[in-house]
């Protein structure tokens, strides 16, 4: 596979619930991101990651747990989320902090 | 912060035809991305663009990063059907890893 990948490609949870998106990047970049895409809002930043290392938060409520375990790979665990929560989420890679990013096809979160 | 304006917002147009749409900012940029978006579909990286002044294709698409570093423009030529999407331009937010997204524009292609 090539590029970036993201799974599920949709899911739908309770609000109980805990899940985990995941993303892979075989693009050998050094960073990635998530991010947030409601209807009709701008692509919201939610996560930056640098070689493993969170460097960015952007005020994401707690029930969302970014992990990176290494360069290549990015999961969000989610848990007692709530409806407005409801989404896709996408996830970037870019060479550098600062560079061109790549995305994935997103996860289709629907939460009831 | 920084903002980007993109216009238009939408456009309708018929197979065949040119289409051209801008993104500009208050601020400099120093890189200018153009994306574009199908729907459930995460954005796909179009063109690129690193150097104020320079002139970029990509097949029928060609995008142009400003003189001033405060706007770039895209051109579609010949559209087709599959060019129906949201084309987006971004760019980095001064000396940082956020990019700036523009709201988008909404082509719809009519055969």
């Known amino acids: 596979e090539t590029g970036v990948t993201q799974t599920p490609r949709h899911l739908v949870m309770g609000m109980t619930n805990k899940k985990s998106l995941k993303c892979e990047q075989h693009?050998?970049?050094?960073?990635m991101y998530w991010y947030k895409q409601s209807a009709k809002k701008p692509l919201e930043l939610m996560f930056v990651?640098?070689?493993?290392?969170?460097?960015e938060n952007n005020s994401v409520p707690s029930r969302f747990s970014p992990e990176c375990p290494n360069s290549s790979h990015l999961f969000l665990h989610l848990h007692t989320l709530q409806p407005e929560d409801s989404a896709l989420y996408l996830c970037?890679?870019?060479?550098?902090?600062?560079?061109?990013?790549?995305f994935g096809p997103g996860t289709r979160l629907t939460v009831l | 912060g920084q903002q980007l304006n993109q216009s238009p917002q939408s456009m309708f147009i018929q197979e065949g035809e040119d289409v051209s749409m801008n993104c500009t900012s208050s601020?400099?940029?120093?890189?200018w991305l153009w994306y574009k978006q199908d729907p459930g579909e995460g954005p796909v990286l179009l063109i690129a663009?690193?150097?104020?002044?320079e002139l970029t294709s990509n097949g029928r698409l060609t995008a142009q990063f400003g003189i001033t570093r405060k706007d770039s423009f895209l051109n579609i030529s010949a559209s087709i059907p599959s060019d129906v999407g949201i084309y987006f331009c971004?760019?980095?937010?001064?000396?940082?890893?956020?990019?700036?997204f523009g709201k988008g524009m909404k082509l719809t292609v009519n055969p």
């Open positions: 970037a890679s870019s060479q550098d902090r600062g560079g061109a990013q790549f």
């Open positions: 693009l050998g970049h050094n960073a």
């Open positions: 990651y640098s070689l493993e290392e969170r460097v």
């Open positions: 601020s400099i940029f120093n890189t």
């Open positions: 663009l690193y150097k104020a002044g």
């Open positions: 971004a760019g980095p937010q001064g000396g940082s890893e956020k990019l700036v």
